[in-house]
């Protein structure tokens, strides 16, 4: 709708930061092994480590082969803005405007996974380790066009360096109960 606004001459428009952002959440815990995060009097229960995403290299190639400009400019249009950190700048005292965010690197990327010992043994696009193919789900909700436009596009470049993703959209309540279930 800001285009129909912008197009009026009647009408000024003053951009300002919502106060909102859109984030990949990784679940680090061993999600075949799903439990509480804490016990009944509140003290943390130690959590057997995810098998693939407990390696921050894996972590790092995820992030490095994340085309943001492209997300950005497809699902938020020239209103979106990319941050170092998930601290907003609509909270002065806590954002760091001078962390800088990773750069888009796919052969970097590559490259950690191939340090990791991932690699497309047979040839058909997937990366694979002592047999095991290098894949992830991705849930989002999917009454949101735009968490949808996000996700498939993650999809798309998290493919491109050889991890197979498996996507899903949800209703909202069936990805919340899958993120406090730590099953994804």
């Given at each position: 709708?800001?285009a129909?606004?912008?197009?009026r001459?009647d009408?000024?428009?003053?951009?300002?930061?919502?106060?909102?952002?859109?984030f990949?959440?990784?679940?680090?815990?061993?999600?075949?092994?799903?439990?509480?995060?804490?016990?009944?009097?509140?003290?943390?229960?130690p959590q057997?480590p995810?098998?693939i995403?407990?390696?921050?290299?894996?972590?790092l190639?995820?992030?490095?082969?994340?085309?943001?400009?492209r997300?950005?400019?497809?699902?938020?249009?020239d209103?979106s803005?990319?941050?170092?950190s998930?601290?907003?700048?609509?909270?002065?005292?806590?954002?760091?405007?001078?962390?800088?965010?990773?750069?888009?690197?796919?052969?970097?990327?590559?490259?950690?996974?191939?340090?990791?010992?991932?690699?497309?043994?047979?040839?058909?696009?997937?990366?694979?380790?002592?047999?095991?193919?290098?894949?992830?789900?991705?849930?989002?909700?999917?009454?949101?066009?735009?968490?949808?436009?996000l996700?498939?596009?993650?999809?798309?470049?998290?493919?491109?360096?050889?991890?197979?993703v498996?996507?899903e959209?949800?209703?909202?309540?069936?990805?919340?109960?899958?993120?406090?279930?730590?099953?994804?």
């Open positions: 709708q800001v129909q606004v912008v197009a001459p009408l000024r428009v003053y951009p300002a930061l919502a106060d909102s952002l859109t990949v959440a990784l679940n680090l815990a061993n999600s075949q092994k799903p439990q509480a995060g804490r016990n009944a009097d509140g003290s943390l229960l057997e995810h098998p995403l407990a390696d921050q290299r894996m972590r190639a995820l992030a490095k082969s994340i085309d943001y400009a997300l950005l400019t497809a699902v938020g249009g209103s803005q990319r941050l170092g998930y601290l907003l700048p609509t909270m002065p005292w806590a954002h760091a405007a001078d962390l800088p965010p990773l750069d888009y690197d796919p052969t970097a990327a590559r490259q950690l996974l191939d340090d990791l010992a991932w690699r497309d043994s047979d040839g058909d696009g997937v990366r694979d380790r002592g047999g095991m193919p290098l894949s992830l789900s991705l849930i989002t909700n999917s009454d949101s066009e735009q968490r949808v436009e996700a498939t596009l993650l999809a798309e470049q998290w493919q491109q360096i050889g991890i197979n498996r996507f959209q949800l209703p909202f309540d069936a990805v919340a109960d899958r993120l406090l279930g730590q099953q994804y």
